[in-house]
């Protein structure tokens, strides 16, 4: 199984996993249907299973991934993104430094990191990360232990203070979608409103709609 | 701060650190202790912090094993051992593929793997293992999940079964360290005998000693 090559990144529909929301058939059923609907990149997160056990599940999700010719990025685990032949790994503020996991895998993996403030995100910017996730955006129920929500004006604050690629992630749904696109950023991330969904792929395909009709609007 | 060069792997006797079991000082007093006391590898394994936490951790306590010339090898997480620029990895059966670590660290690193079988010490040794943890050797209050005790006489027939370096694990003390020895292991590590101790340079220098004698015996 060799990397199939992904050419452009789209960043605009990001899935980030969560088994335990699962309740509308298996984790993998509804990653397959979430990109059926039009999912642009996922993120395999796993906090709980054991190194061995994550990369069985990467590898999998990667196969999955591949036929959608779609970025599979796995979380905090540079080992496992390396394991794996991923697109790309994304780290919390709590992870490795991407200027580290940047020294390591040099520009074969994509380095996404997670900021809530400007100076997180000029740091990451600085130590060469291709995308920042920011988050939260609006609060989640996902979540509990995450800062404060950037809102809509700190997310705008943060499009002005850095020039690479915005993913918005906490409480985005298809309402607000739109909000979040025309306030500058490249894509939206999802957790739950996919991953609990018992439609993902109507999930997703609400989600990726609001946010082309934004981008078609905004430019 | 470059990574000191290891001439030779001395597996004599291996530390393990667990910081819940340090009661006397400080987790890095205790392993510096251990080092002036006759250690000579130190695995650092840390089950509950996150990976920047622990990289952290796994720089400082290099520092200190790089003072003493002893090689330091991260449990589990192959990326933390490449960004702390660790001696090794050691990996369990449920942690990545040795094979798969060898491929991305490749002679980079050591690396050792955990069996307790002969069917996973002649696997661990395909997959080009540079060491084999023997774990349990005897029973031990350290880890509760771990398989049926190997004890001697297993130890003997792993010994006839494998080429590789072995370090036998689990229940390991003065009294019977040179019996460990005598059955073919070529060091042993040790956990709560020097982690729990009051006195963790004398407990090192005394199971050192009775590694030296019964290694001076069998030559």
Do not use: W
Request: hydrophobic residues 45%; proline residues 4%.
């Amino acid at each position: 199984m060799t990397a199939r090559r992904i050419n452009r990144v789209d960043y605009s529909l990001y899935l980030v996993t969560d088994r335990n929301l699962a309740r509308c058939g298996s984790f993998e059923d509804i990653v397959a249907e979430a990109l059926s609907g039009g999912v642009t990149m996922v993120q395999l997160r796993e906090k709980s299973l054991g190194a061995g056990a994550f990369l069985r599940e990467a590898r999998s999700l990667k196969e999955l991934t591949d036929r959608f010719c779609v970025p599979l990025i796995i979380n905090d685990r540079l080992d496992i993104a390396l394991a794996c032949g991923a697109s790309g790994v994304h780290l919390g503020q709590d992870d490795m430094p991407c200027a580290i996991a940047r020294r390591i895998a040099g520009r074969k993996l994509i380095i996404g990191v997670s900021v809530s403030t400007i100076e997180e995100a000029l740091e990451a910017t600085a130590q060469e990360a291709d995308y920042l996730g920011i988050s939260p955006v609006f609060s989640t129920p996902t979540k509990t232990d995450t800062p404060v929500p950037v809102g809509i004006q700190g997310l705008m604050h943060l499009r002005r203070a850095t020039h690479i690629p915005l993913v918005a992630i906490g409480g985005i749904n298809a309402a607000n979608a739109a909000d979040i696109v025309r306030a500058g950023a490249d894509g939206i991330a999802v957790v739950s409103s996919i991953m609990a969904s018992s439609a993902p792929r109507l999930a997703a395909v609400e989600l990726r709609s609001a946010i082309e009709e934004a981008k078609s609007i905004s430019r």
